[in-house]
């Protein structure tokens, strides 16, 4: 039965990847996605892009892991020597837009549900979640999904991660920063010329070190990458806009953050553009963890963001191929990851208790 689901999500992989789904406009890899479900006799539903479904025997005096991946990708970028819509196969390497990122672990997973599906007496709940907009963290993913999927205990978030064990994830916030000046003619003296003024700023933003670490994520980091001023060569510009990327360790919240930044940094506002996407992790001594270690997996700290961000729940972050392939020109899985994915999540299944 694992063979002939393997190939079936590779099947699927390949018709995902010669489908057009950029964020929220994912509605025909929601239809194939439908067509997988329909075609193993799934119940499930549909909302605007996401699909999801529980296992047959669902028991709400059971506690619930949550399977997920997202359907969504990037738009690709301009150096593919490849058709980024064409699924090809080369050396065991499966090519296209999203097949590593997250196609593999989305296929690989909705093998796993349908392995477990109708299986009697687990002992836990599953719910399936194909999720949109992750790429985007847009309102309508997973986000969305949380007010109408049964409350769930913890989840399984299916990134490529060299079936490794990310037992922990970095949050995001990016702030719109403003540094004032007084604006006049270049020809003229002025003691207060915004750009000058970010010299001090820059410095700040470079030289700062947050007090506290993290084992698994180690430490904040905060990086300025865009700067925009001025509108001509003889005029002074009256302020100077930054945008600050921070990545958030565990051991601060997003708030935290914020209130640290607009309590000191120099400059004349900055302001978090959404405090969302906080860190997530699961502890060391969790069943998933523990018999994943066992399996012979290591487990890491993750410095990408994924849809953990918006789970409450205890998360770990598993699935096939490498993050350093993703966003990249000629994404590429190998197909031996998804087949080694997909007994790798099913052992995890049967040993793990939630």
Same mark, same amino acid.
């Given at each position: 039965?694992?063979?002939?689901?393997?190939?079936?999500?590779?099947?699927?992989?390949?018709?995902?990847?010669?489908?057009?789904?950029?964020?929220?406009?994912?509605?025909?890899?929601?239809?194939?996605?439908?067509?997988?479900?329909?075609?193993?006799?799934? =119940?499930?539903?549909?909302?605007?892009?996401?699909?999801?479904?529980?296992?047959?025997?669902? =028991?709400?005096?059971?506690?619930?892991?949550?399977?997920?991946?997202?359907?969504?990708?990037?738009?690709?970028?301009?150096?593919?020597?490849?058709?980024?819509?064409?699924?090809?196969?080369?050396?065991?390497?499966?090519?296209?837009?999203?097949?590593?990122?997250?196609?593999?672990?989305?296929?690989?997973?909705?093998?796993?549900?349908?392995?477990?599906?109708?299986?009697?007496?687990?002992?836990?709940?599953?719910?399936?979640?194909?999720?949109?907009?992750?790429?985007?963290?847009?309102?309508?993913?997973?986000?969305?999904?949380?007010?109408?999927?049964?409350?769930?205990?913890?989840?399984?978030?299916?990134?490529?991660?060299?079936?490794?064990?990310?037992?922990?994830?970095?949050?995001?916030?990016?702030?719109?920063?403003?540094?004032?000046?007084?604006?006049?003619?270049?020809?003229?003296?002025?003691?207060?010329?915004?750009?000058?003024?970010?010299?001090?700023?820059?410095?700040?933003?470079?030289?700062?070190?947050?007090?506290?670490?993290?084992?698994?994520?180690?430490?904040?980091?905060?990086?300025?990458?865009?700067?925009?001023?001025?509108?001509?060569?003889?005029?002074?510009?009256?302020?100077?806009?930054?945008?600050?990327?921070?990545?958030?360790?565990?051991?601060?919240?997003?708030?935290?953050?914020?209130?640290?930044?607009?309590?000191?940094?120099?400059?004349?506002?900055?302001?978090?553009?959404?405090?969302?996407?906080?860190?997530?992790?699961?502890?060391? =001594?969790?069943?998933?963890?523990?018999?994943?270690?066992?399996?012979?997996?290591?487990?890491?700290?993750?410095?990408?963001?994924? =849809?953990?961000?918006?789970?409450?729940?205890?998360?770990?972050?598993?699935?096939?191929?490498?993050?350093?392939?993703?966003?990249?020109?000629?994404?590429?899985?190998?197909?031996?990851?998804?087949?080694?994915?997909?007994?790798?999540?099913?052992?995890?299944?049967?040993?793990?208790?939630?």
């Amino acid at each position: 039965m694992i063979e002939q689901l393997t190939n079936k999500a590779i099947a699927l992989l390949k018709k995902l990847i010669e489908t057009q789904s950029f964020s929220s406009e994912e509605e025909h890899t929601a239809a194939l996605i439908e067509g997988w479900f329909t075609e193993h006799n799934i =119940d499930f539903t549909r909302t605007k892009n996401n699909i999801w479904a529980l296992n047959k025997h669902f =028991d709400e005096s059971k506690p619930t892991l949550l399977l997920n991946s997202h359907h969504d990708t990037v738009k690709p970028n301009s150096a593919y020597t490849k058709d980024p819509f064409k699924a090809i196969v080369e050396d065991g390497k499966l090519y296209g837009l999203g097949s590593n990122d997250a196609g593999g672990c989305l296929v690989s997973l909705l093998a796993t549900f349908v392995y477990y599906y109708k299986q009697e007496n687990l002992k836990y709940n599953l719910v399936m979640v194909a999720s949109a907009e992750e790429e985007s963290s847009g309102p309508n993913g997973l986000n969305s999904m949380l007010p109408i999927i049964p409350k769930v205990d913890v989840a399984i978030v299916g990134e490529p991660t060299l079936m490794n064990l990310a037992v922990a994830e970095k949050g995001l916030v990016v702030f719109d920063a403003v540094i004032s000046g007084t604006p006049s003619h270049a020809a003229h003296p002025n003691d207060n010329n915004a750009i000058y003024n970010c010299i001090e700023a820059l410095q700040w933003f470079k030289d700062l070190k947050f007090d506290k670490s993290s084992e698994a994520l180690g430490d904040v980091k905060l990086t300025v990458t865009q700067i925009n001023a001025g509108t001509q060569h003889n005029v002074v510009p009256g302020h100077v806009d930054l945008v600050i990327d921070v990545r958030v360790n565990d051991a601060y919240s997003n708030a935290e953050i914020a209130e640290i930044l607009q309590k000191n940094a120099p400059v004349t506002s900055i302001t978090p553009r959404s405090l969302r996407l906080n860190s997530s992790s699961i502890p060391m =001594d969790h069943a998933l963890v523990q018999e994943g270690i066992a399996m012979g997996r290591s487990t890491y700290g993750s410095p990408t963001l994924s =849809d953990q961000a918006v789970l409450t729940c205890k998360s770990l972050k598993l699935g096939p191929g490498d993050s350093t392939r993703s966003h990249s020109a000629d994404e590429f899985i190998y197909i031996n990851e998804i087949e080694e994915g997909i007994k790798i999540y099913i052992e995890l299944l049967n040993r793990a208790i939630v």
